[in-house]
T-cell receptor, first 110, second 113 residues
Framework: SQQGEEDPQALSIQEGENATMNCSYK?????LQWYRQNSGRGLVHLIL?????REKHSGRLRVTLDTSKKSSSLLITASRAADTASYFC??????????FGAGTTVTVRA | NAGVTQTPKFQVLKTGQSMTLQCAQD?????MYWYRQDPGMGLRLIYY???????DKGEVPNGYNVSRLNKREFSLRLESAAPSQTSVYFC????????????FGSGTQLSVL
């Protein structure tokens, strides 16, 4: 079964707006990661947040982690057309498996 | 560096045919993974190899076999393809301890008729 679940499944925004997506997971974690997938391509790692961190920034990305609620959020600020993609959260299990959620598809309209 | 290379990029099979998906990485990574991606399902782990010489089942291993040929190469074999195996397959690798992030290939789109 999947460890992470993203919400919403799909998101459509205007260029320049912010996009926020959420991830909930089931078991305790050491870290949580976010990946991006452009259409027809493989996944690319975006950002990792450790269990002892509450917030992390990377360029226009901001990730938060609430271990008490077993949830994380990814915020993309000032979105661009190039941000159109699917976004996945992922967590490691104890036996070296990285489990992914079903993803959030983001469409940025010009 | 090429990173993670998968071949072929596209394949059409008839039910019952067999084929092998190839994956090679040039990053000297220890661990390699095979995932399948279906619409609305995210990525599901088929098999993984934590290190050269070891392989383990993931979430959906039925109908597949794998071979970790050497440190660079990890192949996925469908012995008797079924329409339920129509999917996009991704190979990924990681050097555990040095990094926590996976590097992915560009995928193989497989259709089983």
């Amino acid at each position: 079964s999947q460890q992470g679940e993203e919400d919403p499944q799909a998101l459509s925004i205007q260029e320049g707006e912010n996009a926020t997506m959420n991830c909930s997971y089931k078991t305790s974690i050491n870290n949580l990661q976010w990946y991006r997938q452009n259409s027809g391509r493989g996944l690319v790692h975006l950002i990792l947040i450790r269990s002892n961190e509450r917030e992390k920034h990377s360029g226009r990305l901001r990730v938060t982690l609430d271990t008490s609620k077993k949830s994380s959020s990814l915020l993309i600020t000032a979105s661009r057309a190039a941000d159109t993609a699917s976004y996945f959260c992922a967590t490691w299990s104890n036996d070296y498996k990285l489990s992914f959620g079903a993803g959030t598809t983001v469409t940025v309209r010009a | 560096n090429a990173g993670v290379t998968q071949t072929p990029k596209f394949q059409v099979l008839k039910t019952g045919q067999s084929m092998t998906l190839q994956c090679a990485q040039d990053m000297n990574h220890n661990s390699m993974y095979w995932y399948r991606q279906d619409p609305g399902m995210g990525l599901r782990l088929i098999y993984y190899s934590a290190s050269e010489g070891t392989t383990d089942k993931g979430e959906v291993p039925n109908g597949y076999n794998v071979s970790r040929l050497n440190k660079r190469e990890f192949s996925l074999r469908l012995e008797s393809a079924a329409p339920s195996q129509t999917s996009v397959y991704f190979c990924a690798s990681i050097s555990r301890g040095a990094s926590e992030k996976l590097f992915f290939g560009s995928g193989t789109q497989l259709s089983v008729l």
